[in-house]
């Protein structure tokens, strides 16, 4: 287990994920890795990074597309979090900065109907969580990671985090949030995974599935 971030590791503002803070940062279940896998469940789609857009799109009182350049002159965020793959890897002290989630709905006013939200990325891919969970302090769309353009195997040009539930909720190539009443589940959610998707609780798989 990490020690928390000794004071001058992250630049003043940076937004530090509560799990940061814990004094044991492994999830049940984890281990630590120090390297960073690269998981999906397919290939990386082919992005033409100017052409990237994002949808912001349901129960919405004005939706809306944010092309790339309104998305790169938005007040940006940065956030200290950890990364946990229900596989069973963990991946501490993950420094991301990009557009909060909090900042990007600013857009579009969502209703207030809308409890969940599903996640569209590239080729078809989607997730679901709760609204609360997406607009958590920490949630961002990011596009840097660790000082660096956000790599396209990781991702980019733009990729959500939402640190707090396990990786596979922090959809990669992301290009659409549609704002739901009701929770409809993802491409893994619908195979079995967990609706919400806590990794100190465990949740990796549904019950009712
Ligand atoms: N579009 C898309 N996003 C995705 C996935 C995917 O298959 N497609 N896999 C998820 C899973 S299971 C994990 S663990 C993380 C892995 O991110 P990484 O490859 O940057 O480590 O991406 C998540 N986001
Ligand atoms: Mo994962």
């Given at each position: 287990p990490g020690a928390p971030p000794a004071k001058g590791d992250v630049p003043p503002g940076t937004v530090v994920s509560g799990d940061v803070l814990r004094a044991n940062r492994i999830p049940p279940g984890q281990s630590r890795t120090r390297k960073w896998p690269v998981l999906d469940a397919g290939q990386p789609p082919p992005i033409d990074a100017g052409r990237w857009e994002l949808a912001l799109t349901g129960l919405v009182l004005h939706p809306a597309t944010l092309t790339f350049a309104e998305f790169a002159r938005a007040p940006r965020?940065?956030?200290?979090?950890?990364?946990?793959?229900?596989?069973?890897w963990s991946?501490?002290?993950?420094?991301?900065?990009?557009?909060?989630?909090?900042?990007?709905?600013?857009?579009?006013?969502?209703?207030p109907r809308a409890q969940f939200v599903l996640v569209h990325a590239e080729l078809g891919w989607t997730t679901n969580m709760p609204l609360q969970d997406f607009l958590a302090e920490d949630a961002l769309f990011a596009d840097r990671h660790d000082g660096?353009?956000?790599?396209?195997?990781?991702?980019?040009?733009?990729r959500l985090v939402v640190p707090h539930l396990y990786a596979w909720k922090s959809a990669k190539w992301v290009r659409a949030v549609e704002f739901l009443e009701h929770d409809r589940p993802g491409y893994w959610e619908q195979?079995?995974?967990?609706?919400?998707?806590?990794?100190?609780?465990e949740q990796r798989h549904r019950e009712d599935v």
């Open positions: 965020t940065r956030v200290l979090a950890d990364f946990h793959c229900v596989t069973r991946r501490l002290g993950n420094f991301w900065e990009g557009i909060a989630t909090r900042e990007i709905i600013r857009h579009v006013a969502v209703s660096e353009p956000l790599s396209h195997e990781h991702g980019g040009p733009v195979g079995g995974y967990h609706l919400r998707g806590d990794p100190w609780r």
